[in-house]
């Protein structure tokens, strides 16, 4: 007994409703005949006879579908029959908003199309009628609407048959002998060896199909459903490269989106307790010992330590909380009035923190709040095509996939202030040491974006990164016109500028690139009204010295994990508090290409 593939099937037939009843929302109609279907295999006929069709899964609430689409279940199966050589089902629709809306094109004979989903256990091949199969033994699964009938000849059982998804089989007449004593020479046809070594070919191709699609889905975790869903339905290994690079993509815009979204350090509170919030009471609370005066900055406190776990010795700073938007009390210059901010920027302590940051300015991504390590998917080498001859084959080339993983690097700073600014009451004298401690961690954290060595506790930043562009000055500290066009190619060469491009560099070199001519007669300057090459030039000392930088910054990702913690330590002689400033932070480049260096 032999076996052939078929996998799932279907076949259309025209609606033909032999009852409706608008009022339970049911149609009874015709849903498979013993008409031959033209298949990859031969004609196939499904007896109708009651022994042959198994009813059962039809008969236990199966779904009525559209288009055969699993996830699209328009209504469902109340009872199925087999009678007159013919397969009738009553199908009740939903009353989603789905199921109405292709239950009133059938009302209104605008879908006439019903087609059935099957599987095929046994056939038998009927002897002397060429390529005819009858399925003795076969199961519908499923019935659906459809807007256009499918071509039988390449439907879902053609695309399926050697895929091992359901093997059916086939019952062979015996072939009689016949004898005849003639000279002329017979020749043989092995038809059995022919049939086995294309099942044992098609067995070859399935077991490649599905090596190739566990290799791909093994380089990253979030591709093992797709890759099961892929053996299952017998996607071939193109389309499953197609849509893994679609589910990477999500992916990692997901991920983006959780760890942004996700901020422990965040506390929900109305405009009027914002305004109750006082940075100074908090500290002179910690730096005594004694709460009994700050006890709603007590519960905020709290309120962050019971999601990042609890300080060492000091108080977190809430993300959210816009002391520059205070009313200011102000008197007389002398007594205060000189401490007024004009046109402060920061809304919160993290936007005022990325205000201060000339890589957020860019279009870094500042993920704040994280909690543990970070791992983003990315794609690191895209599905390579190729030209082939007619009937060549093309060198496998799928995608490889990677991630960007970041973990917590410790940042501690301090600020000092004064006895006398410590009995300020003044908000505005608050708003004043809250951008000192916003520029302190920015100054630090710009720094590592940009020159982090990855080593002695830093992170990794640009210049740092591996695979990046890179462009050597033949003369240091003073590129020639021709070298910086150099460090543009470097990006440009590779595709990937995936962003608006930015310049990057130290005050000396910036200064330099001012005065420095790009040829002998035109008068012109590699540097230009803040712009190289068309694209703004940033200046900022947390460049290293000599050093100049091109990219997309939105493929830069600054990390922050927790909250800003605050200790305080007081001196006995002279009053001055001292403010210890911790928080944890890593650096990450999504795509190292779309930067370059030139130095």
């Not at 050697?162 to 004593?181: A, D, F, N, S």
Request: some cysteine; hydrophobic content about 35%; aromatic content about 6%.
């Amino acid at each position: 007994m032999k076996k052939i593939k078929t996998g799932d099937l279907t076949r259309v037939i025209e609606l033909d409703r032999a009852a409706l009843n608008e009022d339970r929302r049911t149609v009874e109609m015709s849903f498979s005949s013993e008409e031959p279907v033209e298949r990859w295999f031969g004609d196939e006929v499904l007896s109708h006879s009651p022994e042959s069709v198994r009813m059962s899964r039809l008969n236990d609430s199966a779904p009525l579908l559209w288009n055969h689409e699993i996830g699209d279940v328009i209504g469902v199966v109340e009872n199925a029959r087999i009678e007159n050589g013919r397969g009738y089902a009553t199908v009740r629709f939903s009353k989603s908003q789905r199921g109405e809306e292709v239950y009133q094109d059938v009302l209104d004979e605008i879908i006439k199309n019903v087609s059935v989903g099957y599987r095929i256990h046994e056939m038998n091949q009927v002897e002397d009628e060429g390529e005819r199969f009858v399925a003795s033994d076969w199961e519908p699964h499923e019935i659906s609407m459809v807007s256009v009938p499918a071509d039988q000849t390449v439907g879902v059982g053609r695309s399926k048959e050697v895929l091992g998804v359901h093997e059916t089989r086939v019952i062979t007449p015996e072939i009689k002998q016949e004898t005849t004593m003639t000279e002329e020479v017979k020749t043989e046809v092995d038809v059995s060896a022919i049939q086995e070594s294309a099942r044992a070919e098609a067995l070859q191709d399935e077991r490649a199909r599905n090596d190739a699609i566990t290799k791909i889905a093994g380089q990253a975790d979030y591709l093992r459903d797709l890759a099961d869903e892929a053996r299952t339905t017998g996607m071939s290994v193109a389309q499953f490269n197609e849509k893994a690079v679609e589910v990477a993509i999500a992916q990692s815009k997901r991920s983006q989106e959780q760890v942004i979204e996700n901020n422990p350090a965040r506390v929900d509170m109305t405009p009027k307790e914002e305004k109750r919030y006082s940075l100074f009471r908090a500290i002179t609370a910690q730096a005594s010992g004694d709460w009994t005066e700050a006890g709603f900055e007590r519960e905020v406190h709290d309120d962050i330590a019971g999601r990042v776990g609890p300080s060492s010795q000091g108080f977190y700073l809430p993300t959210n909380i816009g002391w520059g938007k205070r009313d200011l009390t102000v008197g007389t210059d002398n007594a205060g009035g000189y401490l007024r901010p004009t046109d402060h920027m920061g809304d919160s302590f993290i936007e005022n923190l990325k205000a201060n940051m000339v890589t957020a300015g860019l279009g870094a991504q500042v993920m704040s709040g994280l909690s543990g390590n970070v791992a983003i998917p990315k794609i690191a080498t895209g599905t390579t095509v190729y030209w082939v001859a007619e009937d060549g084959a093309p060198t496998e080339g799928q995608p490889v996939f990677a991630q960007l993983t970041m973990s917590p690097k410790n940042l501690a700073a301090y600020v000092q202030i004064s006895r006398n600014l410590v009995l300020q009451s003044d908000p505005s004298v608050e708003a004043m040491v809250q951008d000192d401690i916003s520029r302190a961690i920015a100054v630090a954290i710009d720094a590592a974006a940009l020159a982090g060595s990855g080593s002695s506790n830093q992170p990794t930043g640009i210049i740092s990164t591996t695979g990046i562009g890179s462009v050597s000055f033949s003369s240091g500290g003073a590129p020639t016109f021709a070298e910086i066009v150099s460090v543009e190619s470097a990006i440009t060469v590779d595709n990937a500028v995936t962003g608006d491009l930015n310049w990057v560099t130290h005050p000396t070199l910036g200064g330099t690139l001012n005065t420095t001519t790009k040829d002998s007669g035109s008068g012109r300057f590699v540097s230009e009204d803040g712009q190289i090459l068309g694209y703004p030039v940033s200046i900022t000392s947390s460049c290293t010295s000599g050093n100049i930088v091109l990219g997309s910054f939105n493929e830069l990702i600054v990390g922050q994990w927790g909250a800003v913690e605050v200790i305080t330590d007081r001196s006995a002689t002279t009053g001055q508090l001292t403010l210890g400033l911790h928080t944890a932070v890593d650096i990450g480049v999504r795509h190292a290409e779309a930067f370059a260096k030139g130095a």
